[in-house]
């Protein structure tokens, strides 16, 4: 049976609340909102603005977790400076979910690479979870999706280095590139089992540049907006995105993010996180 991903070209912050209406699934409980809160300096991450509709709706608490690399989001302290800085604050409860150890620590006894991954204790706090996310390239991973937030984006700033080490973090920023990957898949795969299947997903392809939002210095977008995607599938709504940018062949600047995507075997991400059983490649893409 395929995974459903429903589309919009439209992107607005109705058309995503349009788009979860749509889906017919209930979050209930303390509802995490993944987003991400942006680089100091970036001008391409997706603002509070765009999310309000959808986070007001579903009443739930904006998470985050603080970053691995020298920035306005390595520590606590600076992390919660930016959040205001860039809205969120302003707008919506938010929780950084490694402000204080220790990290809570999930088992992956099945993972390709790592037998465990470190989040936010405060993930503890949940019981379902909603993930924001904002397609576009990225200079590690080759691009960023739903599974690149359900990964490194609720790992804490341990945690993040202990996935890009490949279980070594002292080798953050030197281990081998398709074992990262699959650490990815196993981090994603332990925090959906620690949610048990509650969880949507919503990937917006806006603004797509070949860099990620926690890049401080990004290129600008070099594709045309294409839209909003939602499912319940993780694994399917990154191909969906992915075979989307494929199929645009008439955008000059296709072939850019591409090339970032494939130098960086970004796809094996996908195919290591349903080889692990999170979600499935074959889909079903819905245009409402």
């Not at 979860?20 to 991400?36: I, S």
């Not at 205001?84 to 006894?109: Q, T």
């Not at 898949?185 to 806006?206: L, P, R, T």
């Not at 970032?260 to 819905?286: K, M, P, Q, V, W």
Request: net charge negative; glycine share 10%; proline share 3%.
């Amino acid at each position: 049976m395929k995974s459903k991903v429903y589309f919009s070209k439209t992107i607005t912050s109705e058309e995503v609340l349009r788009l979860y209406k749509k889906l017919g699934k209930k979050l209930y409980g303390n509802v995490a909102v993944k987003v991400h809160s942006g680089e100091v300096g970036n001008q391409n991450f997706l603002k509070p603005e765009f999310w309000k509709d959808i986070v007001d709706y579903t009443g739930g608490t904006v998470v985050e977790c603080n970053t691995a690399y020298d920035g306005g989001r390595d520590t606590t302290e600076k992390h919660l400076k930016t959040l205001e800085l860039h809205g969120w604050s302003k707008y919506f409860n938010v929780d950084l979910l490694d402000a204080e150890g220790p990290d809570m620590e999930l088992k992956i006894p099945n993972g390709k690479k790592i037998k465990k991954n470190f989040v936010g204790k405060n993930i503890k706090n949940y019981d379902s979870l909603l993930v924001l996310s904002h397609f576009k390239g990225h200079p590690m991973g080759g691009y960023g999706g739903a599974l690149k937030q359900l990964s490194i984006g609720v790992a804490s700033s341990y945690g993040k280095k202990y996935i890009h080490g490949v279980g070594v973090p002292e080798n953050f920023w030197d281990s081998d590139h398709d074992s990262f990957l699959e650490s990815m898949a196993d981090a994603a795969y332990s925090v959906v089992q620690f949610f048990g299947g509650n969880a949507v997903y919503i990937n917006v392809m806006k603004n797509m540049s070949v860099d990620c939002d926690c890049c401080a210095v990004a290129e600008d977008p070099c594709m045309k907006d294409i839209g909003i995607l939602i499912s319940l599938d993780p694994v399917a709504i990154d191909k969906a995105c992915l075979d989307l940018v494929y199929a645009a062949a008439d955008d000059p600047g296709r072939d850019h993010l591409l090339e970032r995507i494939e130098s960086l075997n970004g796809a094996h991400t996908i195919d290591a996180a349903e080889e692990l059983g999170i979600g499935i490649t074959d889909y079903e893409l819905i245009e409402i």
